[in-house]
């Protein structure tokens, strides 16, 4: 399936040159196959038309992020992208909200990159204000950088948004954790349980009763099986 595809993408990108939809495409089936020479030719041709096509800028920071180790590009690409939004995307927080998810992801914690994924986080949360998914990240993103204070606050405002959402409460139970809060962090798994008796437990859940139980120096059989 993917020979014909890219068989049949490719035939519009040369029909249509300037089409950058088709590019963005194309490009998207080449990071499929790992061909990432060519993931970079197809995006280049849709910033030759379009300088702040910000899918076309996704891709290339993705690439750069993955592939490369090239410091002043990605920085110039994080630019151009924020110039891209602004221009274009400026009242779209669900766009901010996952590239910044993506790039926070996998960055491997470079500092200058989970800083501008910061940027776009905060970006999707003054445009929605209170919305949970956004303000949890951002909370995530706190305890990238090992902020567990300021993170365990923004779970606490993300909570207050949506109280059926579970993930600003198992984001403050690990904030706890880290902090060396292990009764605090203990109580709050203890009343996930009884809230959610009828309901199956996530990995999350399992993983954040193991940490309790390993720095609280349980039976390492416990904490194993947990």
Same mark, same amino acid.
């Given at each position: 399936?993917?020979?014909v595809a890219?068989?049949?993408?490719?035939?519009?990108t040369? +029909?249509?040159? *300037?089409f950058?939809?088709?590019?963005?495409i194309?490009a998207?089936?080449h990071?499929?196959?790992?061909?990432? *020479? #060519?993931?970079?030719e197809?995006?280049n041709?849709?910033?030759y038309?379009e !300088?702040?096509?910000?899918?076309a800028?996704r891709? /290339?920071?993705f690439?750069l992020?993955?592939?490369e !180790?090239?410091?002043d &590009?990605?920085?110039?690409?994080f =630019?151009?992208?924020? #110039?891209?939004?602004d221009e274009?995307?400026s009242?779209? +927080?669900?766009?901010?909200?996952?590239?910044s998810?993506l790039? $926070?992801?996998? %960055?491997?914690r470079?500092?200058d990159v989970?800083?501008? +994924?910061?940027?776009?986080?905060?970006? &999707?949360?003054?445009i929605s204000?209170?919305? %949970?998914?956004?303000? $949890?990240e951002l909370a995530?993103?706190?305890?990238?950088?090992?902020d567990?204070? *300021? =993170?365990?606050m923004?779970?606490q405002? $993300?909570?207050?948004y949506?109280e059926?959402? #579970?993930?600003?409460? /198992? =984001?403050m @139970?690990y %904030?706890?954790?880290?902090?060396?809060? /292990?009764? *605090? $962090?203990?109580?709050?798994?203890?009343?996930?349980n009884? @809230?959610?008796?009828?309901?199956p437990?996530?990995a999350?859940h399992?993983f954040l009763? =193991?940490?309790i139980?390993y720095?609280?120096?349980?039976p390492?059989?416990?904490?194993?099986?947990?």
């Amino acid at each position: 399936k993917y020979n014909v595809a890219i068989e049949i993408i490719t035939e519009v990108t040369i +029909a249509y040159k *300037d089409f950058t939809p088709a590019n963005i495409i194309k490009a998207k089936l080449h990071i499929i196959s790992a061909e990432w *020479d #060519m993931v970079l030719e197809t995006v280049n041709k849709v910033l030759y038309y379009e !300088q702040y096509n910000v899918e076309a800028l996704r891709i /290339y920071i993705f690439y750069l992020l993955s592939r490369e !180790q090239d410091h002043d &590009a990605l920085i110039e690409k994080f =630019g151009e992208l924020s #110039m891209g939004l602004d221009e274009s995307e400026s009242k779209n +927080a669900e766009l901010y909200f996952n590239f910044s998810k993506l790039f $926070a992801r996998i %960055c491997s914690r470079k500092s200058d990159v989970l800083q501008k +994924a910061r940027e776009l986080i905060e970006r &999707a949360c003054d445009i929605s204000p209170e919305n %949970c998914l956004y303000t $949890a990240e951002l909370a995530y993103q706190k305890c990238l950088i090992e902020d567990y204070n *300021d =993170g365990f606050m923004t779970y606490q405002k $993300a909570a207050t948004y949506d109280e059926s959402n #579970m993930e600003p409460l /198992y =984001g403050m @139970i690990y %904030c706890r954790i880290q902090q060396g809060k /292990y009764e *605090d $962090a203990q109580q709050q798994i203890e009343l996930v349980n009884e @809230i959610s008796e009828d309901q199956p437990k996530t990995a999350l859940h399992y993983f954040l009763e =193991g940490m309790i139980s390993y720095r609280k120096q349980q039976p390492r059989e416990k904490t194993v099986k947990l």
